[in-house]
C-alpha cells in the first residue's frame, strides 16, 4: 500500500513537471492558431519531459538505475531498424488509403510523391537521416512518457492499461495547441474537442507500439528514434500525397479534419492494437 | 554496454560541461549579434544562414577536439588488456565511445538549433539554419569515421600523422585545382554567393542537392558502423604505440 501511495506520488510530480512548461509556455506564446510564436518556445517543448523527469527522479531520489539509458538488449538492432521503417513506411500505406478512398478527383500518380522521382527519394532518405540529427527531441519526450511515466503505471495495472493511460496523459500534454487547431486545424464542426479526440486515439496507438519498442530492447533509444521520425514523415511524405505536383491540393470527399483521421489512423490503431496484444501475450507467458 | 556508457560519463562529465559551454560560445555571440543589432538589416535570409553556419562550424571543430580526446584518454596497455579480458569487452568500450560521439553531435545539433531560435525569435528576417546543421551533423560523423580507426590502430599520436596524409592529398587536389583548373565560377566573387542562393531556389537544384544530402548522410551512417567494426577488429593492434 505504502508502495503504491508511493508511486502515484512519483508519477504526480512528473505530470506536475512536465506539464507546467507546456502549459505555461503554450499559452503564453500561442498564435491562436495551433502554434507558437517563439521559435525557441517551440522548439524546446520537446525536451520538457525528460527535465521532468531528470528533476522528479532526483527529488525523490530513485536514480537512473531504471531509466532505461543503456543502448539495449543484444540483438536489438532489429527493433532500431524497425523504429526508422515503421514511421517512413506508415505515410506510403496512408497515402494509398487517401487515393483510394478521399479524393474525389485525380490519381495518386498526379500526387507530388509519384510526380518527381528524384524530390520522393531524397524525402525518403533526408527524413530519416535529419530525424538521427534532431533525436534529442524525441529522446525528449520518450525519458518521460516511455522511459518514466508507462513503467510507473504499470507497477499500479496491467500494461495494456497502463498503455492507454500514457497516452491519454501524453495527448492531454498537447492541449495548449490542441486547443487552438494543432495538427488537425480548426475547419471541423466539433472544435477543438474532436481534435483532443483525434489527438488521445493518436498518441495510445503510438504509445503501444513506442512502448512495445521500449520493451522489446529496454531501452528508450529506438521509441526516441521512432518518435521524432514520424514526426518529420508525417509532415514531409504523406504532405506530399496530398498535393498535386504544382503544389495544389486536391478534392477530397470529406474535410481536411476526416481526411487526417481516415487515411493516418487506421493503420496506426492497427499497429497499435497489434502492439498491445504481442505485450499481452509476453506478459502472460512470462 | 550501459557500464561502458556510465564510464564514459562518469570520467568526462567536467569535460562534456566544459566543452559544451565552450563551442556554444561563438553560436552564442552570432545569435546575439543578429538578434537585436540594427547594423544586421544587411544580413537575412541565405547570407544569414552561413554566418549561423560559421558559428556551427567553430561548435563542431570544438565539440570535436572532445571527441577525440575520450578517445585518446583511454591510451593504456593494463586498461586495454583488461578490457580485452572481460566478456564483449572490446565491442562494448569502443561501442561506447561511438554512442558519446553520436550522442555528442546530436547534442550539439540540439543546442544549435535552440540557439539558432533565440536568434529567429528577435529578428525573423534570418534563416533558420536546421538542414545546415545536419549538414555538418554528417561531416562531424564522417570525420569521426576516418579518425577513430586510424588512433586505434596507431595510437593517438601516430593515428594524427596518418590521418594528415589523406587530408594533406586533398589540400594538394586542391591547390593543383586552384592552378590547372576552371575557376570561371569564382571569377567575379562579389556576386558568387548571389548566384550560389540563386541556384539553391531552384527548385530542381534543391532536389538534386538534398537528394545528394540523403545519398551521403545513409552512406555516413554505414560508415559510421563499419568505421566502428575496424576499430573493434584492430583494437588489440594499437597496444604496441601506447605510450603507458
Known sequence: MQSKKKTLLRIALYIVLAYLPMYVLGFAFSDKEGSLTSALAGNSLMLFPAIAVIITRLITKEGFRDALLGTGRRKSGKYYAAAVIFPVLLPLVSGLILHLFIVKSGSIGDSAFCDNGMLTTAVLLTTPATGLAMAAHGFGEELGWRGYLTPKLEELMPTPLAIVVTGMIWALWHGPLLAYGYDFGRDYDFFPYGGFIAMIVMCIALSAFLTWLTKRTDSVYPAALCHIVYDMTCAGEFTMFAMKADGTPFEYRVSEFWVLILSIFPVLIVCGAVCIMLLRKKRISD | ?244
Open chain 2, 1 to 244: 554496454m550501459a557500464g561502458f556508457l556510465y564510464r564514459e560519463l562518469r570520467l568526462s562529465w567536467y569535460k562534456i560541461i566544459l566543452f559544451m559551454f565552450g563551442m556554444m560560445i561563438y553560436p552564442v555571440l552570432i545569435a546575439l549579434l543578429m538578434r537585436n543589432s540594427p547594423d544586421m538589416k544587411d544580413i537575412s535570409g541565405g547570407v544569414s544562414a552561413l554566418v549561423s553556419g560559421v558559428g556551427a562550424v567553430m561548435a563542431f571543430l570544438i565539440g570535436g577536439t572532445f571527441e577525440v580526446t575520450m578517445f585518446k584518454d583511454d591510451e593504456r596497455r593494463k586498461w586495454t588488456y583488461y578490457t580485452a579480458s572481460t566478456p564483449d569487452g572490446i565491442k562494448r568500450q569502443i561501442g561506447a565511445k561511438y554512442i558519446v560521439t553520436l550522442f555528442f553531435a546530436i547534442a550539439t545539433v540540439t543546442m544549435l538549433t535552440l540557439v539558432n531560435s533565440f536568434a529567429y525569435d528577435g529578428n525573423h528576417d534570418i534563416a533558420i539554419a536546421t538542414s545546415l546543421y545536419m549538414v555538418l551533423f554528417y561531416v562531424q560523423l564522417f570525420m569521426r569515421s576516418l579518425e577513430y580507426p586510424l588512433i586505434v590502430r596507431f595510437g593517438g599520436k601516430m593515428g594524427n600523422v596518418v590521418k594528415m596524409v589523406p587530408i594533406a592529398a586533398v589540400v594538394l587536389g586542391g591547390a593543383v585545382y586552384l592552378l590547372f583548373g576552371d575557376l570561371s565560377p569564382f571569377a567575379d566573387m562579389s556576386s558568387f554567393w548571389d548566384r550560389l542562393f540563386e541556384a539553391l531556389e531552384d527548385s530542381e537544384t534543391a532536389g538534386k542537392i538534398a537528394l545528394g544530402t540523403g545519398i551521403a548522410a545513409l552512406g555516413i551512417t554505414v560508415l559510421y558502423y563499419l568505421s566502428y567494426r575496424l576499430s573493434v577488429k584492430w583494437y588489440l593492434k594499437g597496444v604496441d604505440h601506447y605510450a603507458k
